[in-house]
């Protein structure tokens, strides 16, 4: 004969305050995450991998005060990376 524990609910305890109530939202959402991401292709993984740097390089570029270029490239890292974007998608 299997023995059944009796589990207690706390109801909402964790989630009384807003980063109780965060704090599940966030591991719910990486429960799943790591199994979708698992079913990309190596070249979808790729691409979205390369999407990213490209948006934070275009962040980082526009976080960087307008006077403070150091001169060696004519084209921002943003655009550079936009372009690197452009052509890597043509080539998916």
Request: hydrophobic content about 35%; glycine content about 16%.
């Amino acid at each position: 004969m299997k023995k059944t524990k009796n589990k207690k609910k706390t109801g909402n305890a964790g989630n009384k305050t807003l980063l109780g109530g965060a704090a599940k939202s966030l591991r719910k959402l990486g429960k799943g995450t790591a199994s979708r991401i698992g079913g990309l292709s190596t070249a979808q993984k790729v691409v979205g991998g390369a999407a990213l740097v490209a948006l934070g390089l275009n962040y980082l570029s526009k976080r960087r005060p307008k006077g403070a270029s150091n001169g060696a490239n004519s084209v921002s890292n943003g655009t550079a990376a936009d372009e690197n974007l452009a052509a890597m998608d043509g080539n998916a």
